[in-house]
């Protein structure tokens, strides 16, 4: 677990692996309480991925699902679905179902509750890389971003309130928070679009920032960022 980088949420998932010959490493990511879901009604899975140093398209790891009863699909490397994942910016990363569905093995489709990330074996380069996952899911690929957030800003003694409308964008499902420091942008919290705000705790009087928000749909697609 990953606490420094979160995309959303309090923590994220980082994955440091080395492909020699010969190696099989595979990380696996859970549902909660290891419920299966039915992939079925979905087709895609999708999640952000985060590096310091690029990792090239054909470095990058396989990805594989496994049922409720242990048993895997096939593994598909991630290179078919995806360019490479370019330093210091978070890329989504989306993988269509129907790759499982057309090459299963003996995994039931109707019953996962993991995936993994699995050593390619036409990768044996010795280099060591590390992804910072984060916000797996499975869903319905909706192409259609949503709105930026029209927010409005305002400071109490201690802390500063970013305030918008949600019934603006009824698609919007998180408002991701960020806030300036330098020439770069820090994620200083998300929350659900519905709930209209968030407060930043400053921690003493005086203090001042320069805020953004984004707002995000299910399928992770993201408002135009200024």
Wanted: avoid cysteine; hydrophobic fraction near 40%; charged fraction near 20%.
């Amino acid at each position: 677990v990953e606490p420094q980088k979160p995309y959303l949420g309090t923590n994220s998932l980082r994955l440091n692996w080395l492909s020699s010959a010969g190696g099989d490493w595979a990380m696996t990511a859970a549902t909660p309480g290891w419920t299966p879901y039915d992939t079925s009604p979905f087709d895609s899975l999708i999640f952000m991925a985060w590096t310091a140093a690029e990792v090239t398209a054909a470095e990058l790891p396989m990805i594989f699902l496994e049922d409720q009863s242990n048993t895997r699909t096939p593994r598909q490397a991630l290179s078919q679905f995806s360019g490479s994942i370019p330093a210091d910016q978070w890329t989504r990363v989306s993988v269509p179902l129907d790759v499982f569905r057309l090459a299963p093995g003996t995994a039931d489709l109707t019953v996962i509750n993991k995936v993994f990330f699995g050593q390619n074996p036409a990768i044996a380069s010795g280099i060591g890389h590390t992804l910072i996952i984060d916000e797996i899911r499975i869903v319905d690929a909706d192409g259609a971003p949503p709105a930026i957030p029209q927010t409005t800003l305002r400071s109490f003694e201690r802390h500063i309130e970013v305030r918008w409308d949600p019934s603006l964008d009824p698609d919007a499902e998180t408002v991701k928070i960020e806030k300036r420091s330098g020439a770069t942008w820090q994620h200083a919290g998300d929350v659900r679009a519905e709930d209209g705000g968030f407060a930043d705790w400053l921690g003493a009087v005086g203090l001042s920032g320069v805020y953004r928000a984004i707002a995000l749909d299910w399928s992770l697609n993201t408002s135009p960022v200024g």
